[in-house]
């Protein structure tokens, strides 16, 4: 299928979803975030932007689709890279948002990486923090922003009413196929996440990447940080296994670190490096294949 610009980037940058998230969940205890912090959108323009993205995410993420990226995807043969190559081209990601007000998404790893180093957790889940965004990299190879970003979601079994805009599936045609519309589609009852194909994105495409490298405590929030309707609304427990609930105390872990630690104040790079190498140099090989 061929997708307009305006299809492909439908945001004005990846950060208004995530924007998007943190409106819904917001930090508990904190005043909601002021608005003139939401750079130069008007209300009702983002609004109406990222109910564009939602409408074409629910409309176009197909179980067939899936396969379909993962078929290209997780072949890996696009680019192979050291991390900090990698790093480096993830920050080539630059979109048409305010670049005063926006901080790179190499920033974000590293705040999201710090707050949890602080915090004293075990260096596998600061690494966690440092790559949970990498698979952004898709945006870089094409893909339009829908298939990239986004809430995650099973797809193969009907579409929860708890996931964000549930009404635009309506023109999902999974909707109206009976493999998938029933509540268990193509799984069985309670047969492990790990048994379950999930809407494409960046969540997915880390994972699948750094498997081989990090304890599965670590890759339980790399693949289903955005799957925020169970993470958050808890709707696909009948999917999920005991395994998955014990797993996912880590992603319940991870996610205020990501939504809730984007400080004004950048971290003092030089001074934390040597730690960054070191531990980049424990777990992961000397490249990484896209
Ligand atoms: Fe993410
Ligand atoms: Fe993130």
């Not at 965004?133 to 079994?157: N, R, S, Y």
């Amino acid at each position: 299928m061929e997708f307009t610009e305006k299809e492909i980037s439908p945001l004005a940058s990846l950060d208004v979803w995530e924007d998007d998230v943190l409106e819904r969940y917001p930090e508990p205890n904190q005043p909601a975030k002021a608005k003139e912090e939401f750079r130069n959108y008007t209300d009702s323009d983002r609004q109406n932007t990222v109910r564009e993205f939602y409408r074409l995410n629910h409309t176009y993420q197909t179980y067939d689709f899936v396969k379909q990226k993962q078929a290209k995807f997780l072949k890996f043969d696009k680019k192979e890279m050291n991390i900090w190559e990698a790093f480096n081209f993830l920050n080539t990601l630059v979109d048409d948002s305010d670049p005063d007000t926006e901080l790179d998404q190499f920033q974000h790893l590293l705040q999201t990486s710090e707050a949890i180093r602080l915090d004293g957790h075990p260096d596998w889940f600061v690494l966690t923090g440092l790559l949970h965004d990498m698979g952004k990299v898709l945006c870089l190879f094409g893909e339009p922003q829908w298939a990239v970003v986004g809430d995650t979601f099973p797809v193969g079994c009907k579409h929860s009413d708890k996931i964000v805009f549930p009404e635009f599936f309506e023109a999902n045609p999974d909707s109206k196929d009976e493999r998938y519309n029933t509540k268990y589609g193509v799984y069985e009852p309670n047969c492990g996440l790990r048994n379950v194909d999930m809407s494409w994105g960046h969540d997915e495409y880390i994972y699948q990447l750094v498997k081989d490298h990090l304890p599965e405590e670590a890759l339980y929030p790399l693949r289903y940080h955005s799957f925020y309707s169970q993470h958050r609304e808890h709707a696909y427990e009948h999917l999920m296994d005991a395994h998955d609930h014990e797993m996912f105390k880590w992603v319940d872990k991870f996610n205020p670190y990501d939504l809730y630690t984007k400080a004004p104040v950048k971290p003092n790079w030089e001074e934390i490096k040597p730690y960054y190498e070191n531990l980049l140099a424990k777990y992961l090989p000397a490249t990484l294949k896209f």
